[in-house]
């Protein structure tokens, strides 16, 4: 079995342009049963994404800086843990929640609100955590996020899926609905 520390994953820009157009056509059919109206039952009552995000940059990495000292692992994978931990979910998570028929437009706020805080949070939550354990402590180099880049690829994995998909559920609501299962039989493959 080949060493953990020793797999390198290498994306090139076509493929990583190809898996962010895939996950905006995701949004796309999972904005089509999507309406303002959604969003603005969030902002009456904005208790769930409040800990949401609580749980988001609080909790989970807590919890998971815990599990990296309870089983003692080695700082590479602890240091990965606790990147995956630290980042904000993504699309799949509407997807997923919409799946559920959960409440798509919370887990869309959700995304949004803590893909935006992810600037700060992410680089801030590696630190912290990563800072007090003496293994993962030596491996931290700087984290360089570019804000224009990261707003350029939420604005193109979130923003115009979810203002497209929404706009056509409003304008053509038959053309919505016959995109749906199309939409969503992509999405599971």
Same mark, same amino acid.
């Given at each position: 079995?080949?060493? @953990?520390? !020793?797999?390198? #994953? =290498?994306?090139?820009?076509?493929?990583?342009?190809?898996? =962010?157009?895939?996950?905006? #056509?995701?949004?796309?059919?999972?904005?089509?049963?999507?309406?303002?109206?959604?969003?603005?039952?969030?902002?009456?009552?904005?208790?769930?994404?409040?800990?949401?995000?609580?749980?988001?940059?609080?909790?989970?990495?807590?919890? *998971?800086?815990?599990?990296?000292?309870?089983?003692?692992?080695?700082?590479? @994978?602890? #240091? $990965?843990?606790?990147?995956?931990?630290?980042?904000? $979910?993504?699309? /799949?998570? =509407?997807? /997923?929640?919409?799946?559920?028929?959960? *409440?798509?437009?919370?887990?869309?706020?959700? !995304?949004?609100? *803590?893909?935006? &805080?992810?600037?700060?949070?992410?680089?801030?939550?590696?630190?912290?955590?990563? *800072?007090?354990?003496?293994? !993962?402590?030596?491996?931290? !180099?700087? /984290?360089?996020?570019?804000?224009?880049?990261?707003?350029?690829?939420?604005?193109? &994995?979130? $923003?115009?899926?979810?203002?497209? $998909?929404?706009?056509?559920?409003?304008?053509?609501?038959?053309?919505?609905? +016959?995109?749906? +299962?199309?939409?969503?039989?992509?999405?599971?493959?």
């Amino acid at each position: 079995m080949q060493d @953990l520390d !020793t797999i390198r #994953l =290498n994306f090139n820009p076509e493929s990583l342009l190809l898996l =962010n157009v895939i996950l905006g #056509l995701v949004m796309f059919g999972v904005a089509l049963d999507l309406t303002v109206h959604d969003f603005k039952r969030i902002l009456r009552a904005p208790l769930a994404p409040v800990i949401g995000l609580v749980s988001q940059f609080v909790l989970l990495p807590a919890l *998971s800086f815990g599990l990296i000292y309870v089983l003692d692992l080695r700082p590479s @994978l602890a #240091l $990965g843990v606790l990147l995956v931990a630290a980042c904000p $979910g993504g699309n /799949i998570s =509407n997807f /997923i929640a919409h799946l559920a028929k959960g *409440s798509t437009a919370l887990s869309v706020s959700m !995304t949004a609100m *803590s893909t935006a &805080l992810a600037i700060f949070m992410t680089p801030f939550n590696i630190t912290f955590w990563a *800072s007090l354990n003496p293994g !993962t402590r030596a491996m931290l !180099t700087q /984290i360089n996020v570019d804000p224009l880049d990261l707003f350029g690829t939420v604005l193109m &994995l979130l $923003g115009v899926p979810l203002v497209a $998909g929404m706009w056509i559920h409003h304008k053509y609501p038959a053309v919505a609905h +016959k995109l749906r +299962k199309p939409f969503r039989i992509f999405s599971l493959i």
